[in-house]
């Protein structure tokens, strides 16, 4: 297991990120089949995620809070690519090792028009020891709360992993983000669901032009992952509200 090399990845990447981990493989035995490292990386044995925050300052804008959002998110999401891809190139030049960056957001995959990341993200953050799930279905950092966006690197480079905290981040009686959700995304148990939350708070102005008719829906990969860019976020009420982002 090489120590070193992880030490000098982590020096590499400074303060380019506002937080990285690191998830062995192993970690990964429950992930589904086809979104499992070893289908991304041959002989995958590491996982690393990179998270960039969203300044806290973006969910208390009086009037452009979903403005600075909009930019913010995708400004975020080109910047990790950027840093991935490098990281990749940077992880391959020092020895016989392979490395496949995981994209911050598309392309994605879809599962009856359910869209998926090609590794999930957020379970990917967890297993790295970056923060643990919240009652609103988001991954919590102990520092920036939800506001990191996620790309990762998968390679071969067998490293030390990061230690795991998966424990319940969030305030015991605390429910602020099920009862201000104002899509209903959440059952009366508590439980998140995903398509109705991106139903309401994701929004393109393509979208309904090119996923009108069975031919649009047929490619709905290729239109999301090429024309589905700079999507409109609509809605963020669940982390303006939470306590972990103040």
Same mark, same amino acid.
């Given at each position: ?5 992880k030490e ?7 303060n380019?990120v ?23 990386c ?5 996982? %690393? ?26 400004t975020?999401?080109?910047r ?8 990749c190139?940077f992880?391959?030049a ?14 994605m995959?879809?599962?009856?028009f359910?869209?998926?990341?090609i590794?999930?993200?957020k ?9 643990a ?6 991954v919590?950092?102990?520092v920036?709360?939800s ?8 390679t071969?480079?067998?490293l030390?992993? #990061?230690?795991?905290? #998966?424990r319940?981040?969030c305030p015991e009686k605390c ?8 899509a209903?995304?959440?059952t009366?148990?508590g439980?998140?669901?995903k398509?109705?939350c991106?139903g309401?708070? %994701? ?16 490619? %709905? ?9 700079d999507?409109? %976020? #609509?809605?963020d ?6 306590p972990?982002?103040?």
């Amino acid at each position: 297991m090489t120590n070193d090399l992880k030490e000098v990845i982590v020096s590499h990447l400074g303060n380019t990120v506002s937080a990285v981990g690191f998830a062995p493989v192993e970690r990964f035995a429950q992930a589904p089949e086809q979104h499992h490292p070893a289908k991304i990386c041959k002989n995958a044995q590491t996982v %690393i995620v990179l998270g960039l925050q969203i300044p806290r300052g973006i969910l208390t804008s009086p009037d452009y809070n979903l403005y600075g959002l909009h930019r913010s998110y995708h400004t975020a999401y080109r910047r990790l690519d950027e840093i991935a891809l490098e990281l990749c190139n940077f992880i391959e030049a020092q020895g016989k090792y392979a490395a496949v960056m995981i994209p911050s957001y598309a392309p994605m995959v879809f599962h009856n028009f359910e869209p998926w990341g090609i590794l999930s993200l957020k379970h990917a953050a967890v297993r790295a020891g970056l923060g643990a799930f919240g009652r609103s279905g988001q991954v919590y950092h102990p520092v920036y709360g939800s506001r990191l966006r996620l790309a990762a690197v998968v390679t071969d480079a067998e490293l030390p992993g #990061d230690p795991v905290n #998966d424990r319940l981040p969030c305030p015991e009686k605390c429910r602020a983000c099920l009862k201000i959700c104002p899509a209903g995304a959440f059952t009366d148990e508590g439980d998140f669901r995903k398509m109705i939350c991106l139903g309401h708070a %994701i929004k393109h102005a393509i979208y309904p032009l090119a996923l009108k008719d069975a031919a649009g829906l047929k490619h %709905i990969e290729r239109v999301i992952n090429t024309a589905g860019h700079d999507y409109w %976020i #609509d809605c963020d009420e669940c982390m303006k509200v939470c306590p972990l982002n103040r």
